[in-house]
């Protein structure tokens, strides 16, 4: 049965960084629209401090990989988003205490668990135009599937559809609640790195496990 071991997701963190690190100026360019345009470089320079330092830990284990990463989106993106992003992970943790291994069920338990810590931080629902509407469709798919494989698949569908659902949206919580109606017909970039977030550990999962 397939297995999520700690160097694996190690290689899945940086399959991440490295998506959002090529698509930084296109966030850049979606945040310029709703906010602040600061999101494409802030998550990509945190995601490449989380690389850093799990690359850094000598004795990998999931749950400090984990950590490693909730605390570089902590402390390195900043602001509100920043302790968002940082929930997703830090929430996952606890779950992840010192198992060696992830089947699926337990990586949906860990997903599910970030996803609740987002909402109960950000105090966003799927609607307000965040990533919220990428991340809760993604988890939902991801714990509905049966596999890894097939779970990583129709993750990263449901979050690209999610992170384009946004588009049609007035925003209710961050930056871009202040900008009413024009705020429609622009996708949310947080909702759209969520949705290269599963994208890229969907491809790194074709590319190496299957
Ligand atoms: P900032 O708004 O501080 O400049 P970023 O530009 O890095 O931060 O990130 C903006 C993204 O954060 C938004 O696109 C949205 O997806 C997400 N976001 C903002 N507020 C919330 C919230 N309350 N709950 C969930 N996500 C949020
Ligand atoms: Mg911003």
Request: glycine share 8%; no cysteine.
């Amino acid at each position: 049965m397939s297995a999520i071991a700690a160097d694996e997701m190690r290689a899945l963190i940086q399959a991440m960084a490295e998506r959002v690190a090529a698509k930084r100026d296109d966030l850049n360019r979606l945040d310029a629209a709703l906010g602040d345009g600061d999101h494409g470089a802030s998550i990509s320079t945190a995601f490449a401090v989380a690389v850093e330092e799990t690359e850094a830990i000598e004795q990998p284990s999931l749950s400090a990989i984990w950590l490693a990463t909730a605390k570089a989106l902590m402390n390195r993106m900043g602001g509100a988003s920043g302790a968002i992003f940082g929930t997703f992970f830090l929430k996952g943790v606890a779950s992840l205490r010192d198992a060696d291994r992830l089947s699926h069920n337990m990586m949906a338990a860990v997903l599910a668990d970030g996803l609740e810590g987002v909402k109960a931080r950000g105090k966003a629902s799927v609607g307000d135009k965040t990533m919220v509407d990428a991340l809760e469709p993604a988890v939902r798919a991801f714990a509905a599937a049966d596999d890894f494989a097939s779970a990583w698949r129709a993750a990263a569908a449901a979050a690209r559809s999610g992170a384009e659902s946004t588009r049609d949206l007035v925003a209710n919580q961050g930056r871009a609640k202040f900008l009413g109606e024009r705020a429609i017909g622009q996708q949310d970039p947080g909702a759209t790195t969520i949705a290269l977030m599963f994208e890229a550990a969907h491809d790194w999962w074709k590319e190496n496990k299957q």
